[in-house]
């Protein structure tokens, strides 16, 4: 049987360029999103450091808040996770797609 976590990273690059590890993530339980905290959990999940099902069950995220996270930042960059500009960033990905 092979063991899937020791096979994980211990460590993964952050949304700035730094280490982050499951000890520096933001703690399981934020109330309060902000895009830098959003950007890590994001990165944890991308760089294998989380698993989509552990993102969700620690910080208690449904898989689409989550998902929808991972799209604004392929997107739009961390500028896409903040709350003022999502309905912005909405809009024009539906008009892109309606021109397309």
Not at 3 to 12: G, L, M
Request: charged content about 30%; overall charge positive; hydrophobic content about 35%.
């Amino acid at each position: 049987m092979i063991d899937t976590e020791s096979a994980r990273p211990k460590v993964v690059t952050g949304p700035l360029g730094e280490p982050l590890s499951k000890d520096t993530l933001p703690p399981p339980n934020t109330s309060r999103w902000v895009v830098r905290r959003k950007a890590e959990v994001v990165a944890a999940v991308n760089g294998g450091l989380l698993t989509i099902a552990e993102a969700c069950e620690r910080y208690d995220l449904t898989l689409e808040e989550l998902a929808s996270w991972q799209r604004s930042i392929e997107r739009e960059g961390m500028a896409g996770l903040r709350a003022t500009r999502v309905q912005h960033y909405r809009q024009v990905h539906e008009r892109k797609a309606r021109n397309s």
